[in-house]
């Protein structure tokens, strides 16, 4: 770690005054919605899996899977290196189409790491991808934004940082994401800079990094060895970045530079196809699974041809859509499947998996939205999915970012992060002085065990009402919107920044002086 790094991380942990993921707090925030000052870890998941696919099944994809890739083929597009460097791997290359011979992919995997961890400047935020480990990250990429005025509008470098501060705020979101909203108040062509430093100066949590140009992915880069120096950067991994496929089948030359670059440098890509099946898959489930693994075979093993051991995790992003309207459709049966199945696929492939979120079609934090998101983000945890975009903060298909929902969002992540847990069977879990204390026909409301758990024994949200009908007029008749846009204004308030070394801060400024000034603005 850089010596700025170093010094960042004391001097952040001073200011906490104890270890900021364990103690009474923590467990206290792992029964609540939580709020700012407590933070939980990354969920070690302590249940099941829920598989849809038998041995049988799995290998008929997977069988399916190698047809497409040796006679159908995948485009790489408009990347001369990648078309070389794909003959001089073995595969048959006619024109931008690559035609993998059976097992070629499988092999260049085995040097992908199934687990790894992503470094955050506060070493205490740090998390691991893979194995048993769930990370939550926020709402990813929309260009609007529903603000706390109930004005549908598009985003600016204001909301962003907002979203970033809610986001360090929240105890069950563990990663800063990558772009919480798309700022079009800033130039395109530099406000990757902007927000890669709100990420580093507003929160102390991993984050992700620029994939819109080749250029903006080394800027991404270079950032990042500003706060935890060179050495660090390439010798291990403090960004997880999103790499989709252009599906059907296709890589193009955007995805593929930032690709390169991310992984030239150890950093992580989460190649993931974008799935609106019926459109850019087949309407089957075992249709798409096929194609999705077929993309993620070529695009996940290619990481390795550019450096191998770099991370890769296998993502996908599965939707149906309406056959009336053509729109997206979430939280139907349907794209849970292919999440289920995928996960499968992903293990028996070693790599980690990404998938699912809060993901909803609706156009404001309503009752739809709610089911919606519901059902996504069940079967996303249900599935053991280990890197989590868009857990707080989706509406519209993902092309707004609302801050009602978002809080809304991360009161059900800390939910799932407590069922995750599973059972407690140690002997204050199993209760049997309780049950010996009060026997028949009594209470326990009164006993030892009850005064001794009360306050941490069930999850207690900070958006739901649960109290008598009186007591909820008295207070305004408020709907969980309105106390999701009352906390998120409480929230914003009193927020407050970690500690960023100054010298560490004025490198960032210098560096992203120079870069705007190196180039006219562009807004295209």
């Known amino acids: 770690m850089s010596e700025h790094a170093?010094?960042?991380?004391?001097?952040?942990?001073?200011?906490?005054?104890?270890?900021?993921?364990g103690g009474a707090a923590a467990r206290r925030a792992a029964r609540s919605g939580g709020g700012p000052g407590t933070q939980l870890t990354y969920i070690k998941r302590k249940i099941n899996v829920y598989e849809v696919l038998d041995e049988e099944g799995l290998a008929l994809i997977e069988k399916n899977t190698d047809t497409v890739l040796e006679e159908i083929g995948i485009i790489f597009r408009d990347d001369a290196e990648a078309l070389q460097l794909w003959k001089e791997a073995g595969a048959d290359v006619k024109g931008e189409r690559v035609h993998f011979p059976k097992g070629l992919c499988r092999?260049?995997?085995?040097?992908?790491?199934?687990?790894?961890?992503?470094?955050?400047?506060?070493?205490?935020?740090?998390?691991?991808?893979?194995?048993?480990?769930?990370?939550?990250?926020p709402v990813y990429g929309p260009p609007f934004v529903r603000d706390l005025d109930g004005v549908r509008r598009y985003a600016t470098i204001e909301d962003f940082q907002n979203f970033v501060k809610l986001a360090y705020m929240a105890p069950s979101i563990h990663h800063s994401g990558g772009t919480v909203c798309e700022p079009v108040d800033v130039p395109v062509n530099k406000r990757h800079l902007d927000m890669i430093y709100s990420h580093?100066?507003?929160?102390?949590?991993?984050?992700?990094?620029?994939?819109?140009?080749?250029?903006?992915?080394?800027?991404?880069?270079?950032?990042?060895?500003?706060?935890?120096?060179?050495?660090?950067?390439?010798?291990?991994?403090?960004?997880?970045?999103?790499?989709?496929?252009?599906?059907?089948?296709?890589?193009?030359?955007?995805?593929?530079?930032?690709?390169?670059?991310?992984?030239?440098?150890?950093?992580?890509?989460?190649?993931?196809?974008?799935?609106?099946?019926?459109?850019?898959?087949?309407?089957?489930?075992?249709?798409?699974?096929?194609?999705?693994?077929?993309?993620?075979?070529?695009?996940?093993?290619?990481?390795?041809l550019i450096r191998p051991g770099a991370p890769v995790l296998f993502g996908t992003f599965a939707?149906?859509?309406?056959?009336?309207?053509?729109?997206?459709?979430?939280?139907?049966?349907?794209?849970?499947?292919?999440?289920?199945?995928?996960?499968?696929?992903a293990r028996r492939l070693g790599l980690p998996f990404r998938t699912g979120g809060s993901l909803c079609a609706s156009k404001v934090p309503d009752a739809q939205a709610a089911y919606e998101s519901a059902n996504t983000l069940n079967s996303t945890i249900l599935a053991g999915t280990n890197f989590v975009l868009h857990s707080a903060g989706w509406l519209e298909g993902g092309l707004a970012s609302c801050y009602e929902k978002f809080m809304m969002d991360i009161d059900q992540l800390g939910m799932t992060q407590k069922f995750s847990e599973g059972v407690d069977l140690s002997e204050n879990g199993q209760a049997m002085?309780?049950?010996?204390?009060?026997?028949?026909?009594?209470?326990?409301?009164?006993?030892?065990?009850?005064?001794?758990?009360?306050?941490?024994?069930?999850?207690?949200?900070?958006?739901?009402?649960?109290?008598?009908y009186e007591q909820w007029l008295a207070e305004g008749e408020k709907t969980a919107p309105q106390r999701a846009n009352e906390?998120?204004?409480?929230?914003?308030?009193?927020?407050?920044?970690?500690?960023?070394?100054?010298?560490t801060d004025e490198a960032l400024k210098d560096f992203i002086a120079k870069k705007k000034g190196s180039m006219p603005d562009a807004f295209t």
């Open 6 to 21: 170093a010094v960042d991380q004391e001097a952040s942990n001073a200011r906490r005054g104890r270890g900021a993921s």
């Open 107 to 137: 092999s260049l995997l085995k040097t992908a790491p199934s687990v790894y961890t992503q470094h955050a400047r506060n070493s205490e935020r740090s998390v691991q991808i893979g194995g048993n480990a769930t990370v939550f990250a």
């Open 200 to 304: 580093i100066k507003y929160s102390d949590k991993p984050f992700m990094g620029s994939v819109t140009a080749p250029e903006r992915a080394e800027d991404t880069v270079a950032m990042a060895k500003i706060v935890f120096g060179d050495d660090f950067v390439e010798n291990n991994t403090v960004l997880t970045s999103l790499i989709n496929a252009n599906s059907p089948m296709v890589f193009d030359e955007t995805m593929l530079g930032a690709l390169k670059v991310y992984s030239r440098h150890n950093q992580a890509c989460i190649v993931t196809p974008f799935i609106l099946a019926g459109a850019m898959s087949p309407v089957t489930v075992a249709g798409t699974l096929t194609q999705v693994l077929a993309e993620v075979l070529a695009g996940a093993s290619f990481t390795q």
């Open 319 to 345: 939707s149906s859509i309406s056959m009336q309207s053509g729109a997206p459709t979430f939280g139907t049966p349907e794209p849970s499947l292919v999440s289920y199945g995928a996960a499968q696929l």
């Open 433 to 468: 002085d309780a049950i010996r204390q009060v026997g028949p026909g009594s209470h326990y409301l009164g006993c030892d065990h009850t005064q001794a758990n009360f306050q941490t024994a069930f999850y207690r949200s900070n958006i739901a009402d649960n109290n008598s």
């Open 487 to 503: 906390l998120a204004r409480r929230w914003l308030e009193t927020y407050e920044a970690p500690y960023l070394d100054p010298s």
